[in-house]
């Protein structure tokens, strides 16, 4: 099959780490019967100062027309561009992985999936200021919340089944008191141990004991601050990819922003980027029914690991390796993988 995928490469490292997962994806290319057509796109704040947009329509319109999109990280543009963009097509879940690796040094060992609503929340954006005082509103629906706590379900009873709810229902009584009552009304007919946390005990627990926690489910805002502490326990944010997923499209992306400090430099570390291409090859492999993209994000998966585990970092994870050093390492292993079954 082949597969037209829109790509946006953002800001910072990222032309950097996009241009290290293109070698792994055209290793994939050259290795199974699976080929994608590419297309560039521009998103974030460079887009912003040459084109006027962080997200311009074009950008939009490829991504609605492609079969998958991947993005690199962007800047200060966030709430324009990657904000937007999931509201615009109504990406509501965001999945967020945090894994911990052997060869990576980590705080705590954890293997969990954050299930984060993607669209609300006050991500939603309705700020205004009257004469000093600033208001944000926060926006959490019935019909949001069912549909990402069935999202949640959908990845427990595949995994551990165990789904935590993260909320802060004794202070926000009306807005979390309804993401509460709905996510534990829609996990509670499944056969899942379904517990609750405050937001603020689970950042605790995180913490004192990672492994106890499989899928944990999050209205918007709690779900991007756990998921960069999750992922700092599992190593650090240059292994943290995710999805955002609606029903007829969605987008691949690391975790991480742009890191400005390290742009150029030929030190990021590009595993976030090649992990989410992972997930966005299984997403098609799944929504497919494609074994050939299944197989691929499968082999990347391995080498991943494999590679990790061999000492092929960056800096920033103890190695010695560039970035391009890196994706050429994951390319060749890649292939390697493929061709020895
Ligand atoms: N702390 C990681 C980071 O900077 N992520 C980019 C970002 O702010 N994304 C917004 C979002 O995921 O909602």
């Given at each position: 099959m082949r597969y037209r995928v829109a790509w946006m490469k953002g800001d910072g490292i990222g032309p950097e780490i996009s241009d290290a997962a293109i070698e792994v994806l055209n290793s994939i290319q050259e290795s199974l019967p699976i080929s994608f057509d590419i297309k560039f796109y521009d998103l974030g704040d460079r887009s912003k100062i040459?084109?006027?947009?962080?997200?311009p329509e074009e950008t939009v319109e490829g991504i609605k027309s492609s079969d998958a999109s991947i993005k690199g990280p962007v800047g200060e543009s966030a709430f324009e561009s990657i904000v937007a963009i999931r509201q615009k097509l109504d990406l509501y879940a965001n999945i967020r992985p945090a894994r911990s690796y052997e060869g990576v040094p980590h705080a705590g060992k954890i293997d969990a999936i954050i299930v984060r609503e993607n669209t609300e929340d006050l991500y939603k954006g309705i700020e205004f200021e009257v004469q000093g005082v600033a208001t944000s509103l926060r926006i959490i629906s019935e019909k949001a919340t069912r549909r990402i706590a069935k999202v949640a379900a959908t990845y427990a009873i595949k995994r551990r089944k165990h789904v935590t709810v993260v909320h802060k229902a004794n202070v926000l009584r009306v807005s979390d008191g309804l993401f509460r009552r709905v996510a534990l009304e829609e996990l509670g007919s499944g056969g899942l141990t379904v517990d609750e946390k405050y937001v603020d005990a689970m950042s605790m627990a995180l913490i004192r004991n990672p492994e106890q926690f499989d899928i944990i489910l999050t209205p918007n805002v709690y779900g991007d601050i756990l998921s960069d502490e999750a992922s700092q326990i599992a190593g650090g944010l240059g292994f943290a990819a995710s999805a955002n997923i609606g029903d007829l499209s969605s987008l691949f992306e690391p975790v991480h922003g742009s890191a400005p400090d390290i742009a150029g430099k030929g030190v990021a570390n590009p595993y976030s980027m090649v992990m989410s291409l992972s997930m966005m090859l299984n997403h098609i492999g799944i929504s497919r029914s494609d074994n050939e993209a299944m197989r691929a994000s499968a082999a990347i998966s391995s080498v991943v690991e494999k590679s990790i585990k061999g000492g092929i970092l960056t800096p920033d994870a103890g190695g010695r390796l560039t970035t391009k050093e890196v994706g050429r390492e994951l390319a060749k292993g890649v292939k390697e993988f493929v061709q020895t079954g």
């Open positions: 040459e084109r006027g947009s962080a997200l």
